[in-house]
């Protein structure tokens, strides 16, 4: 099926039409499924297990329950029939858990056939548009896009309409220890704080800078230069400018040459007789763009 619209906003989804009830199960309302928005019972419905947004307001949703049930539910959600005869959540979650606290029988919604990856796809979008992801959250619904469904970063982005830089730097959130992407969930952290944790290699210094961002309330300038200052004092550091020959000088030379070329973090490992030479990548199509390099 061709993905009509899918980065240009969840609004060209909607059509003007009559509402229609359904009442029964997706097969028996197969001639419906396509253009207009119809009035689905609720037991009907059940959420996408793979969307993104984990994390649900439970204020926030009773303060909507409380809204619907003074003018009711305006903006329809959007299903999909599934093969188990239920119908799955594209988009509107929030506002499918809202009806059921306002005791509603029945919902809105806009039934389209979608396969599995545009569910996924369509998921993003709406939560990204809406902005109610946390940064993990969104990290994660690229990676599900990246590793189910094999689609690239650039076509990633050109979908949810962001840059490819913005998507690799929010996928490198995952890199973080679990400990500091649940201070980035709960909202202790920013991203822009994150990547200034990611600036520093240490796990147990990139715990203590989250630390001190938090317990000082550091904006992101000011923990961007306290992370160079903890890179700087770290031993390893010291002891290697210390020691740093004319042949250490050139080997830098060279990774930062190799850093630059590829886009991406390279790291030379010299010894005497043999070495190492460490590239980074962040996930597959990070990793294809790079053997391209090699033409491999």
Same mark, same amino acid.
């Given at each position: ?52 947004? /984990?994390?649900? !307001? ?5 303060? #909507? &329950?409380?809204? +619907?049930? $003074?003018?009711? =539910? ?124 990611? /600036?520093?290699? !240490? ?5 203590? #800078? &989250?630390?001190? +961002?938090? $317990?000082?309330? =550091? ?78």
């Amino acid at each position: 099926m061709a993905k009509k619209g899918l980065g240009k906003g969840l609004g060209s989804l909607f059509s003007d039409t009559d509402i229609k009830e359904v009442t029964s199960s997706p097969k028996a309302n197969e001639k419906k499924a396509g253009g207009d928005i119809t009035a689905v019972k609720l037991s009907l419905i059940e959420p996408n297990k793979k969307q993104p947004r /984990s994390y649900f !307001d439970d204020e926030k949703i009773e303060v #909507l &329950a409380a809204s +619907i049930k $003074d003018h009711g =539910l305006i903006q329809p959600i959007i299903i999909t029939p599934t093969k188990n005869g239920m119908y799955k959540i594209v988009a509107g979650e929030r506002r499918w858990r809202a009806a059921k606290k306002a005791n509603l029988k029945e919902i809105p919604a806009l039934i389209r056939e979608y396969n599995d990856e545009q569910v996924a796809e369509i998921a993003l979008i709406e939560n990204l548009q809406r902005e109610n992801l946390n940064p993990i959250e969104e990290a994660v619904g690229y990676n599900l896009l990246m590793e189910e469904f094999n689609l690239t970063q650039e076509v990633i982005s050109q979908r949810v309409g962001k840059s490819r830089s913005a998507v690799a730097n929010s996928l490198r959130l995952l890199t973080l220890d679990s400990n500091i992407q649940k201070l980035i969930i709960n909202g202790s952290l920013t991203s822009g704080h994150a990547r200034a944790v990611l /600036s520093v290699e !240490d796990k147990d210094m990139r715990a203590a #800078l &989250a630390k001190k +961002i938090i $317990d000082d309330s =550091l904006n992101v300038r000011q923990a961007e230069a306290l992370a160079k200052e903890l890179q700087k004092k770290t031993p390893d550091k010291k002891k290697k400018e210390k020691e740093k020959s004319a042949y250490d000088i050139e080997i830098e030379n060279i990774q930062n040459r190799l850093s630059s070329s590829l886009g991406t973090k390279v790291n030379i490992n010299h010894g005497a007789k043999k070495g190492k030479i460490e590239i980074e990548y962040y996930g597959n199509e990070d990793l294809d763009r790079i053997l391209g390099f090699f033409n491999i």
